[in-house]
């Protein structure tokens, strides 16, 4: 079992920034990768980025150069820094942490931009 508890959201102008954080716990060491999605009010949840447990990272398109990933190990927990915000960013944001055979899912945390 893994337990995952987001913070760091919420109002922020267009232009600004936001740092989401992810702390992990539980059966940590079986994570193999951790990523963030987003979910925007009447559409399907989408993904936003990937780091894998050797800081390999991935970034959808609409954040690349945005949007960084980082994991730090020792603390079990990734963070999202999050710039340069546009109107279009504001949704629910979700770190999932992946096993392998199995994911699991945060509770969500509220960013809303202001344009």
């Known amino acids: 079992q893994v337990q995952l508890v987001e913070s760091g959201g919420g109002l922020v102008q267009a232009g600004g920034s936001l740092r989401l954080s992810c702390a992990a716990s539980?059966?940590?060491?079986?994570?193999?990768?951790m990523g963030w999605y987003r979910q925007k009010p009447g559409k399907q949840r989408e993904w936003v980025a990937t780091?894998?447990?050797?800081?390999?990272?991935n970034y959808a398109g609409l954040v690349k150069g945005r949007f960084t990933n980082n994991r730090d190990s020792a603390k079990n927990t990734v963070y999202l820094q999050m710039n340069s915000h546009e109107p279009e960013d504001t949704a629910v944001y979700y770190c999932?942490?992946?096993?392998?055979?199995?994911?699991?899912w945060g509770q969500g945390t509220q960013v809303t931009v202001s344009s």
């Open positions: 780091v894998s447990n050797v800081g390999l990272t």
């Open positions: 999932k942490a992946m096993l392998g055979w199995r994911d699991y």
């Open positions: 539980g059966s940590t060491v079986s994570i193999t990768r």
